[in-house]
């Protein structure tokens, strides 16, 4: 028998997933052959040992 709690807590992660990638400013816009390419974004150093 399937628990209703990992199906209920999978589908609204999924649900939140969703959510999150629908809201992106992104998500309309194409861009065209004559705009600027995107600034890069910054990588973060978190947990990076530099040596």
Known sequence: ???N???GLTH???????WYL???P?????AGPR???PA???R????RRDA
């Open 1 to 3: 028998m399937i628990d």
């Open 5 to 7: 709690f990992s199906l």
């Open 12 to 18: 609204g992660l999924m649900l939140l997933a969703v």
């Open 22 to 24: 629908l809201r992106r």
């Open 26 to 30: 992104d998500l309309d816009r194409e």
């Open 35 to 37: 705009d600027e390419a």
């Open 40 to 42: 890069p974004r910054k």
């Open 44 to 47: 973060s150093t978190w947990g």
